[in-house]
T-cell receptor, first 111, second 113 residues
Framework: QKEVEQNSGPLSVPEGAIASLNCTYS??????FFWYRQYSGKSPELIMF????GDKEDGRFTAQLNKASQYVSLLIRDSQPSDSATYLC???????????FGAGTTVTVRA | EPEVTQTPSHQVTQMGQEVILRCVPI?????FYWYRQILGQKVEFLVS????????KSEIFDDQFSVERPDGSNFTLKIRSTKLEDSAMYFC???????????FGNGTRLTVT
């Protein structure tokens, strides 16, 4: 069974600090990797996507992908209280159109 | 920015009744999806739809479920005979190709009593 695993948290960080979120996946052939943010009762909102090994930066967010280790991470720099949410890691399977989600990591940024 | 729209935002129905959840995907997108999220649980894949047919479906998507693109703009999910355990948030999503990010609608909260 193809799985996406995340630490459930909660992860509590002070305002201005770096929040580091981790995700591992089981399907070695996966090609596309996404981070979504979900506020309580709302729909997933795309934060970052990454397709190649290495780092990808977008504003305060950096995604890191290591396909050999089947590992993808998200760093949130200069964390703000508005970053408090659940962050979902999602991975596209190697042979179908299905996007599989992890259970999410809940982040709380303390003012 | 174009967005995926879903209606209704909340649907309450009695067990055994049929419900239809409606979605209007982003207009130039070709791939359409339904996901659901039971309260407190992970987002689960139900079905993907491309070129007017189902391309993939999960074990959850049994004979009680069906999807349709009736008119080139709407994408619907029908549950024929709802069960209590169908209570969840249902999200429609679309993308312009199979590896692009999915854009999600705001969801329909289905409550089965």
């Amino acid at each position: 069974q193809k799985e996406v695993e995340q630490n459930s948290g909660p992860l509590s960080v002070p305002e201005g600090a770096i929040a580091s979120l981790n995700c591992t996946y089981s399907d070695r052939g996966s090609q596309s990797f996404f981070w979504y943010r979900q506020y309580s009762g709302k729909s997933p909102e795309l934060i970052m996507f990454i397709y190649s090994n290495g780092d990808k930066e977008d504003g305060r967010f950096t995604a890191q992908l290591n396909k050999a280790s089947q590992y993808v991470s998200l760093l949130i720099r200069d964390s703000q209280p508005s970053d408090s949410a659940t962050y979902l890691c999602a991975v596209t399977s190697s042979n179908d159109y299905k996007l599989s989600f992890g259970a999410g990591t809940t982040v709380t940024v303390r003012a | 920015e174009p967005e995926v729209t879903q209606t209704p935002s909340h649907q309450v129905t009695q067990m055994g009744q049929e419900v239809i959840l409606r979605c209007v995907p982003i207009s130039n997108h070709l791939y359409f999806y339904w996901y659901r999220q039971i309260l407190g649980q992970k987002v689960e894949f139900l079905v993907s739809f491309y070129n007017n047919e189902i391309s993939e479906k999960s074990e959850i998507f049994d004979d009680q479920f069906s999807v349709e693109r009736p008119d080139g703009s709407n994408f619907t999910l029908k549950i024929r005979s709802t069960k209590l355990e169908d209570s969840a948030m249902y999200f429609c999503a679309s993308s312009d190709n199979s590896y692009s990010p999915l854009h999600f609608g705001n969801g329909t909260r289905l409550t089965v009593t």
